[in-house]
């Protein structure tokens, strides 16, 4: 996908393509998977299947449905409760527990129908609906205090999730090129409970309360998600030494967010306070984004070996944000500021490209990414250098070589340097510990990247890539009123120093049946959760690497493919984010890796 395509980003943009149906053909496939987790009493399995049908000449329909649903593998410890939504009395000073095991099942189910019609060799249109629910019992964590996949909540912690999503393209040939006019609208809404009761805990000295061992304050989150999208693109033919890229981009995206906490039992134990009740907090913030753009690419062939692309985005991004918040513990009722943001720029793009032989190409790029800013709609005014942040912007330079050795190896090799001006972070607020965005100064990422392909013989083939990155900040600075400091130095959160991942597959024929024998391992060296070694919440902490391998062995026909597999064979125990509440430290938690997996799969195409 050209960088200049699509939303804005700092380096560029994925995009998936599903497989389009088949005119003119019936084909279909089934597939299921069946895995025993360790430390799991569930089985995990995945039904899926595929029907392709041709309607005529010109038409053709494809359908896709499935489920798949991860066995758990934690144990919850929670409150047992009553009638009233307290926690027992254990009759001892205490609360009556319970335990609930493999509590973080989840459980995924999709559908997709993709139509395409052809009334002519020039036109295409393809459609399609895309239909989603993620529901999981509770969080694939551990307690940083407590044994391995144990965790302690007074109450589960579920979520769930639904997703629509609605896409439509058309493409014209026309004599000049191919015309693309690709709409999407996007519907995604959320709620998931989670234990607050680490944060409560310290209020209540503010209010000279004493917390009782039955309580627990629970917080309700509701998030939606609507966006539309439209971008319209005219790319030439490919004939002759000058290739281009025109194009137009829309995106209307509505986000809303809603936050209520219950701290259970408060006026059961104090009666009518007054100002205080259950409910302690009721918050919500929204925000209306409009990203519209246009860009454009150019292609000359210098030479017969040497090529310049040039290119450039125009874009204008209107973001509109406001927040309310109820807090009956202090009898006030906060609206808040809306928080308005706007911008407008053009970023470029410029690629050398040399042919250093028939199976070799070097090349140079530079390029500017940018990524908006925005605001945090944080439920009070301070600190005010929390309320908004701004956009980020990264000059990014490149060179490499990639090609291939005979017809059995390929290789690509790249160096690159980022410049990055105003790096956004995320970090967590004081103010409701509520995820928030910073601007943390200026930054660098220096990286390596090197991929190796081929056969080492005619039925083994291999893989193997590495990747060095260097991202730190490139100064000091602080906000919140200087309670959140980093240095000239710091790592950039989130971001390992060295990873590599390497496969192996082995193919032995077998009369009419084929045995391909698969092995990959992936490592990924140590990270840290926080910019700063003084984070606003929680604490600062560096994640141990991780080191995981995987096998499969399957036998293959036309029609047939059988087999078992094992992930995480090694059972690594990694350790990816923890989280910012430590107040109670048994009720703080990690989220973990799955650990060893093994399984069999059958999958039937037709």
Same mark, same amino acid.
């Given at each position: 996908?050209?960088?200049?395509?699509?939303?804005?980003?700092?380096?560029?943009?994925?995009?998936?393509?599903?497989?389009?149906?088949?005119?003119?053909?019936?084909?279909?496939?089934?597939?299921?998977?069946?895995?025993?987790?360790?430390?799991?009493? *569930?089985?995990?399995?995945?039904?899926?299947?595929?029907?392709?049908?041709?309607?005529?000449?010109?038409?053709?329909?494809?359908?896709?449905?499935?489920?798949?649903?991860?066995?758990?593998?934690?144990?919850?410890?929670?409150?047992?409760?009553?009638?009233?939504?307290?926690?027992?009395?254990?009759?001892?000073?205490?609360?009556?527990?319970?335990?609930?095991?493999?509590?973080?099942?989840?459980?995924?189910?999709?559908?997709?129908?993709?139509?395409?019609?052809?009334?002519?060799?020039?036109? #295409?249109?393809?459609?399609?609906?895309?239909?989603?629910?993620?529901?999981?019992?509770?969080?694939?964590?551990?307690?940083?205090?407590?044994?391995?996949?144990?965790?302690?909540?007074?109450?589960?912690?579920?979520?769930?999730?639904?997703?629509?999503?609605?896409?439509?393209?058309?493409?014209?040939?026309?004599?000049?090129?191919?015309?693309?006019?690709?709409?999407?609208?996007?519907?995604?809404?959320?709620?998931?409970?989670?234990?607050?009761?680490?944060?409560?805990?310290?209020?209540?000295?503010?209010?000279?309360?004493?917390?009782?061992?039955?309580?627990?304050?629970?917080?309700?989150?509701?998030?939606?998600?609507?966006?539309?999208?439209?971008?319209?693109?005219?790319?030439?033919?490919?004939?002759?030494?000058?290739?281009?890229?025109?194009?137009?981009?829309?995106?209307?995206?509505?986000?809303?967010?809603?936050?209520?906490?219950?701290?259970?039992?408060?006026?059961?134990?104090?009666?009518?306070?007054?100002?205080? &009740?259950?409910?302690?907090?009721?918050?919500?913030?929204?925000?209306?984004?409009?990203?519209?753009?246009?860009?454009?690419?150019?292609?000359?062939?210098?030479?017969?070996?040497?090529?310049?692309?040039?290119?450039?985005?125009?874009? *204008?991004?209107?973001?509109?944000?406001?927040?309310?918040?109820?807090?009956?513990?202090?009898?006030?009722?906060?609206?808040?500021?809306?928080?308005?943001?706007?911008?407008? *720029?053009?970023?470029?793009?410029?690629?050398?490209?040399?042919?250093?032989?028939?199976?070799?190409?070097?090349?140079?790029?530079?390029? +500017?990414?940018?990524?908006?800013?925005?605001?945090?709609?944080?439920?009070?005014?301070?600190?005010?250098?929390?309320?908004?942040?701004?956009?980020?912007?990264?000059?990014?330079?490149?060179?490499?070589?990639?090609?291939?050795?005979?017809?059995?190896?390929?290789?690509?090799?790249?160096?690159?340097?980022?410049?990055?001006?105003?790096?956004?972070?995320?970090?967590?607020?004081?103010?409701?510990?509520?995820?928030?965005?910073?601007?943390?100064?200026?930054?660098?990422? &220096?990286?390596?990247?090197?991929?190796?392909?081929?056969?080492?013989?005619?039925?083994?083939?291999?893989?193997?890539?590495?990747?060095? #990155? *260097?991202?730190?900040?490139?100064?000091?600075?602080?906000?919140?009123?200087?309670?959140?400091?980093?240095?000239?130095?710091?790592?950039?959160?989130?971001?390992?120093?060295?990873?590599?991942?390497?496969?192996?597959?082995?193919? +032995?024929?077998?009369?009419?049946?084929?045995?391909?024998?698969?092995?990959? #391992?992936?490592? #990924?060296?140590?990270?840290?959760?926080?910019?700063?070694?003084?984070?606003?919440?929680?604490?600062?902490?560096?994640?141990?690497?991780?080191?995981?391998?995987?096998?499969?062995?399957?036998?293959?026909?036309?029609?047939?493919?059988?087999?078992?597999?094992?992930?995480?064979?090694?059972?690594?125990?990694?350790?990816?984010? +923890?989280?910012?509440?430590?107040?109670?430290?048994? +009720?703080?938690?990690?989220?973990?890796?799955?650990?060893?997996?093994?399984?069999?799969?059958?999958?039937?195409?037709?």
């Amino acid at each position: 996908k050209r960088q200049l395509y699509g939303s804005g980003s700092l380096g560029g943009t994925v995009r998936f393509i599903h497989n389009k149906p088949q005119i003119g053909e019936w084909s279909g496939d089934l597939s299921s998977t069946v895995g025993k987790t360790d430390n799991s009493g *569930d089985i995990g399995y995945k039904l899926a299947g595929t029907l392709n049908i041709p309607a005529g000449e010109t038409a053709a329909f494809r359908v896709n449905a499935g489920q798949m649903v991860s066995g758990g593998f934690v144990d919850l410890e929670r409150f047992v409760l009553t009638n009233t939504g307290l926690g027992l009395d254990d009759g001892a000073g205490g609360v009556t527990t319970a335990v609930s095991e493999d509590i973080n099942e989840s459980t995924t189910a999709f559908a997709r129908l993709s139509a395409r019609f052809m009334p002519t060799d020039s036109l #295409t249109i393809d459609a399609s609906y895309h239909y989603q629910k993620d529901d999981a019992d509770g969080r694939q964590a551990q307690g940083k205090t407590l044994p391995t996949f144990t965790m302690f909540s007074p109450i589960p912690e579920p979520f769930e999730r639904e997703v629509d999503l609605l896409s439509l393209e058309i493409e014209l040939d026309l004599a000049i090129g191919t015309l693309t006019s690709s709409s999407s609208i996007v519907d995604n809404d959320g709620t998931a409970s989670a234990n607050f009761t680490p944060f409560t805990f310290p209020l209540y000295e503010e209010f000279g309360l004493v917390f009782e061992p039955t309580q627990y304050s629970e917080a309700i989150f509701r998030n939606s998600d609507e966006m539309f999208v439209q971008e319209l693109r005219l790319v030439s033919n490919g004939e002759g030494k000058v290739d281009w890229a025109i194009g137009a981009f829309y995106m209307d995206h509505e986000t809303a967010e809603e936050e209520v906490e219950y701290l259970v039992g408060l006026t059961e134990f104090y009666g009518d306070l007054g100002f205080l &009740t259950d409910q302690i907090v009721d918050f919500g913030r929204s925000a209306d984004i409009k990203d519209r753009a246009l860009f454009g690419e150019v292609t000359f062939g210098l030479t017969d070996k040497l090529r310049l692309t040039t290119g450039l985005r125009w874009f *204008d991004i209107d973001v509109d944000a406001e927040q309310r918040f109820t807090d009956p513990s202090t009898e006030s009722d906060f609206s808040g500021v809306p928080t308005s943001y706007s911008d407008s *720029d053009t970023i470029f793009k410029v690629n050398l490209a040399y042919d250093l032989s028939q199976q070799a190409l070097g090349y140079a790029t530079w390029s +500017q990414g940018y990524r908006r800013g925005g605001a945090n709609s944080l439920p009070t005014n301070e600190p005010a250098d929390l309320q908004a942040f701004r956009p980020d912007e990264v000059q990014n330079f490149e060179v490499g070589v990639k090609g291939t050795v005979g017809d059995r190896y390929r290789y690509s090799a790249s160096a690159y340097y980022i410049d990055w001006k105003d790096v956004q972070i995320a970090t967590f607020s004081p103010v409701n510990v509520l995820d928030v965005a910073i601007n943390g100064g200026d930054a660098s990422s &220096t990286g390596l990247e090197l991929e190796l392909q081929g056969n080492l013989a005619d039925n083994t083939d291999f893989s193997l890539a590495y990747t060095y #990155t *260097d991202s730190k900040l490139e100064e000091d600075f602080s906000v919140a009123d200087g309670n959140f400091v980093a240095s000239k130095g710091n790592r950039l959160p989130g971001v390992p120093e060295h990873m590599f991942v390497g496969a192996v597959d082995i193919r +032995q024929p077998l009369d009419k049946w084929t045995v391909k024998y698969h092995l990959d #391992t992936s490592f #990924t060296s140590e990270t840290v959760n926080e910019v700063s070694k003084f984070p606003l919440v929680g604490e600062y902490r560096e994640f141990d690497d991780i080191w995981t391998v995987a096998a499969r062995i399957s036998f293959n026909s036309d029609a047939w493919t059988v087999g078992i597999f094992g992930e995480n064979l090694t059972n690594e125990e990694g350790v990816m984010a +923890q989280s910012a509440l430590v107040a109670i430290p048994n +009720q703080a938690f990690e989220w973990v890796l799955r650990p060893r997996t093994l399984g069999a799969f059958v999958r039937y195409e037709f």
